[in-house]
């Protein structure tokens, strides 16, 4: 008899590539810069990183069922050269197998390709772009420490259009220092002229040990208000559903048959490989971060690729669950909450929620719970907040 898996079966993979030729001001993840001059296989670096992450993949077990979507995040994956992502792609290909059709999304930055990298990217099998933007004004971008110009965006767009990349997606920032309502709403304005079939709006955090970590503090000045900020989100989600774009996610924005597939895996809890220097994996019930440093990372890949941690207990999966699939416009499924963690567990979740249901911040329609838009999503940290506190 096969063995049942009850975590699920991986489909997805998250493959980190560190590589930046500057590191943004409000940039936390774990990369490593390499400069402006270096790329690809012209960067011993890279290569060496390249070879490594194959290595890592090639380590790790398969579970059987072909890849539905592959997202290569960083960093900056479009210092990659096209020979070494479609070595990457055929490393994975050989170890899981890829579904036909399967979404392979690329986070690309302005400034950082020509036609030759994009329409190569696009041969080899990349089939979704998400363009980091942030902002269409010299200022910000230069507030932020971006490395591209306003006229790179807009030189990037004409790129990928002429690769014909069927999806593309375009990244803003809100809550930049300096950032006015008007710069804000100029970004919208711009953004929605473009006509992406994908738009993610971020809100700025400020975290410990960027040198916006050291340069401001939240709250403060040149940082917008909280006030501001709301009306930054507000202005976002009257801008975008006016345009045609649903908001489904917190974050996310999409026209009609183009949501991202891969973040949706996150979303809905499901599992999913993670490979490279600082990747988050979810298998067979564990949640495992790699290394945040190459030195680090190269060893542990020299030691097995072990993957030490416990299996999530369940009242840490219901926390995760909600937390991750509330920031979804259609929220969770209650009658399948109920089914995997029991009656007494989703009681519990109502009477938390009771001031919420109330103030119209939270809803149940159709035996799913979801969080109000925009209300319960500006105050969805309130909401979180006050479920991990009393189930946790």
Known sequence: ????????????AYVHIPFCRRRCFYCDFPVFVVGDRLRGETSGTISQYVDVLCQ????????????????????????????QLQHILQVLEKQFGVLSGAEISMEVDPGTFDFAHI????????????????????????????SHSVEDIFAAVELIHQAEIPEFSLDLISGLPHQSLDQWQDSLTKAVAITPNHISIYDLTIEPGTPFGRYYKPGDKPLPTDETTVQMYRLAQQVLTSAGYEHYEISNYAQTGHQCQHNRVYWENRPYYGFGMGAASYIEGKRFTRPRTTKEYYQWIQAGCVIDCEVTPPEDVLLETLMLGLRLAEGVNVEALRE??????????????????AKGWVEVV????????????????????DLFSNLG
Not at 65 to 74: A, D, K, N, R, S
Not at 341 to 355: D, E, H, M, S, T
Not at 366 to 385: I, T
């Open 1 to 12: 008899m096969q063995k049942v898996n009850v975590f699920g079966v991986a489909s997805s």
């Open 56 to 83: 890592e993949i090639t380590m790790t077990p398969s579970y059987g069922q072909p890849l539905q979507t592959i997202f290569f995040g960083g960093g900056t994956p479009s210092l990659l050269s096209t020979a």
């Open 119 to 146: 329409a190569g990217y696009r041969g080899a099998g990349v089939n979704r772009v998400s363009l980091g933007v942030q902002a269409f004004q010299a200022e910000l971008l230069k507030v932020a420490g971006r």
């Open 340 to 357: 995997k963690f029991g009656q007494a567990k989703i009681a519990a979740v109502y009477q938390c929620l009771k001031p919420y249901l």
């Open 366 to 385: 159709n035996e799913r719970l979801r969080l109000c838009d925009p209300e319960g999503f500006l105050f969805s940290n309130v909401v979180l907040a």
